[in-house]
């Protein structure tokens, strides 16, 4: 069970929110399965993770209290999680199940930004990367440019 970021925040859970924590959780999640996607975590991953997180907060809403920090304890409290939706069978159904909540938020370019961001900062796309991306695209319907 992966742990909500609101655990890490002194600031109570608003409903009148401007981007609610909860789909700061999606998003963490599906950020750092792509940490995880290749079998290996590598502290330039992590590293580039925390400056995404970073950069989508200043872009999404920078009254979140959500710091770079943060989000590199929420990754090591739940990088086993993580590793295990990415070994399960069902993986592709977790994953949608992450892209879901967050399907109809304006930010989904800059959010797949971050996520190609991390899967090549190792100088390793590899294939489960790519597929992660791939269909997190597919998932949101975002057009793609020929």
């Not at 590293?47 to 209290?65: H, K, W, Y």
Request: glycine residues 2%.
């Amino acid at each position: 069970m992966l742990l909500p970021i609101s655990d890490f925040t002194n600031v109570p859970p608003n409903d009148a929110m401007a981007f609610p924590f909860l789909y700061w959780d999606q998003i963490l999640k599906l950020l750092g399965l792509v940490i995880v996607a290749d079998k290996k975590t590598l502290p330039v991953e992590v590293d580039t993770f925390m400056n995404a997180v970073g950069e989508l907060r200043d872009l999404i809403d920078p009254n979140t209290s959500l710091t770079q920090f943060m989000a590199r304890d929420w990754f090591t409290l739940n990088r086993e999680a993580l590793g295990d939706i990415i070994n399960r069978s069902a993986c592709d159904e977790l994953i949608f199940e992450t892209l879901a909540p967050i399907k109809s938020i304006p930010h989904k370019m800059d959010i797949i930004s971050s996520m190609v961001q991390i899967a090549v900062s190792d100088d390793d796309y590899a294939d489960v990367e790519k597929s992660l991306i791939k269909n997190t695209i597919l998932h949101w319907d975002i057009p793609v440019r020929h």
